[in-house]
């Protein structure tokens, strides 16, 4: 990246904002003690975004962003399949791993620089995760099987 494009206030919009939308959702995370939490969060999108912004800016010479997406969306798999896990007969860490690439998908979106749609996408994600714990709160029979609380203790740092 040269000296004229880190100075260029779009690329400092789309570093704002993807360590923003990270920070929504590794707050909600955070907050609720599950894996994946602001830093975490935060790097991905970030991350996402400069490997989109980084392939733009080589579109002059040689890209194909569809695959460069594609390999994004590949590689943040692993990412996201390691917070899945079994204890006790359970499957836990899905709705972790779930959020990690809608981070994903929320970082291309700014990369892109479709900030609206980065930040909807955002606002949507936090609110089904906490819509549906308000749910599950007001409705018993959204409270059973892998659903049910239970007692477990605290992550590690993520």
């Known amino acids: 990246m040269s000296l004229t494009s880190a100075m260029d206030p779009v690329f400092w919009m789309k570093i704002v904002c993807s360590v923003g939308c990270g920070f929504i959702f590794g707050l909600e995370r955070q ?18 975004m400069a490997f989109i912004h980084l392939g733009l800016q080589q ?7 569809i695959r ?22 359970l499957v836990n860490g899905v709705t972790s791993a779930s959020v990690i690439w ?6 291309a979106a700014i990369g892109f620089g479709h900030f609206d749609m980065a930040l909807i996408l955002a606002l949507v ?34």
């Not at 460069?68 to 007969?89: K, P, R």
């Not at 089904?128 to 018993?140: K, P």
């Open 102 to 107: 809608l981070l994903t998908a929320v970082g």
């Open 125 to 158: 994600g936090v609110g089904i995760l906490w819509g549906v714990q308000s749910l599950e709160r007001a409705f018993r029979v959204l409270r059973r099987g892998v659903h049910a609380p239970r007692n477990k203790p605290a992550p590690g740092p993520d």
């Open 31 to 48: 907050i609720r003690g599950k894996p994946v939490g602001i830093r975490t969060s935060s790097m991905i999108c970030l991350g996402t």
């Open 68 to 89: 460069l997406f594609g390999q994004i969306v590949t590689g943040v798999g692993f990412l996201g399949a390691g917070v899945i896990f079994t204890q006790g007969g």
């Open 59 to 65: 579109s002059q010479f040689e890209a194909d962003h």
